[in-house]
């Protein structure tokens, strides 16, 4: 892909797709075609690279001195934004190795199921043998898939001419192809609103912004099915009280959690990509114009990030909503058990208070016993009160006590409880005696 200097997009090169078989000849071809100068004109050439063999990777970073952390770290998935190389008003060399989340339709139909994750297959079911949750791999949901995908992009930019290299990762699964990324820069040449920002600037980053775009609408997406997905399991909990559903509501949350770390690493990406001016652009006299201009379109992309965030804040409290309430039906169920089960106590209580009598070791029960049952009763009468004293002085508040009193009053709560009643009752039989003497002196 090529964008000229005008900010108009080459459609001829967009078009263009080279192969590199492992043949020494087509090798060759395209190492000759790396060698060749570049047209009069041309602000940018991208490439983008689907199944990176070893040797166009050497020849790739030979021509345009590319770092190899950059391949290291795209091939690894390993997060990363640097500089290098950065010489005033002759240019510099940055990487972004950003990893996403995007959705992808199930192929072909089966049975509808919450989500499943697996440690090896992203689209293995989990099974009770194997609860392990691994956020590294695919969220299987109803009808969709939640996948992780990988933009990484290193940029030349030069004064003369800048070179973008965005790396692919071979998959199995239908992720964004280079042909498919491809496409869709080259239609932000056909948008009104890009192709302005192209011509009224000469600085290559804004298509590097561009292309940091698509990861943000491939989020959109995702966040979309999700919320579509949490909806049906927020109705499955109101007319279940399946425990199950709330292993796959942790799964969710889980996922979650590791969504918002690769947020963080967007949004670290994005201000990366602002703070870092185009050294090219130094001695360029529209360079202040052009540097608000990016400044604008960096905070535009930062709020819609903040924006993806606030989502997933919001499915997570949904999703926490809807664990507590799985566990509330649950625990309701469980009050309902013990229920019943008291009640089946209530019936056996009898037969055990008997049983405790018919086996108490006294004498008029047993005849070869010491004890009776005044000793029996005693020995139960007095412990049940010193039971009960300690009992009620341990507490700190009492209604046998005004509150705040020391300690030596609540040990002494039954002398004090009981002076209180017996004041209580000697003023409460006097009163009306004295109420029955007015009335009797106001008839004589």
Known sequence: MEVRDDGHFDKVAGEKITTVTAEKDSSRAFWKELQQPRPEGIRIRAFFVDNLSLDVLKMLGTKFNVEPFFFTSSMNWIPSRYQEDAKAGVGDHITVTLPFICAMRKSGTGPENISSVSAGDPLQKVTPEAPEINTQTSLELTHEILLQDLLAIHMVRRKDSSTIISYHPISQFQKTSAKRLQSLVQRTGDSVYWSKLFSSSKDPTFVFLAILWYALYAWDEAFEVLYQHIKKLESRVLGTNDINLTRELHKLQA????????????????????????????????????????????????????????????????????????????????????????????????????ASIFGMNVKEINSGSYQTLSHYAEATITLTVLTTWLVVAMQRESSFWPKGSPWWHRLAWPIFFAVTRIKEWYLGHRRPSKTRKRRGIGFT
Do not use: W
């Open 255 to 354: 996922y979650l959690l590791h969504y918002q770390q690769l947020l963080q690493d967007f949004y670290k990406s994005v201000e990366f990509v602002k703070k870092t001016p185009n050294p090219a652009m130094q001695d360029d006299k529209d360079k202040d114009n052009s540097a608000a201009l990016l400044e604008r379109e960096a905070d535009n992309l930062l709020s819609e990030i903040s924006r993806l965030e606030g989502q997933r804040v919001m499915h997570s409290g949904r999703l926490q909503n809807v664990m507590n309430l799985a566990f509330a039906t649950v625990n309701i169920e469980d009050s309902r058990a013990m229920k019943r089960v008291s009640y089946l106590t209530m019936v056996f209580l009898p037969a055990s208070l008997m």
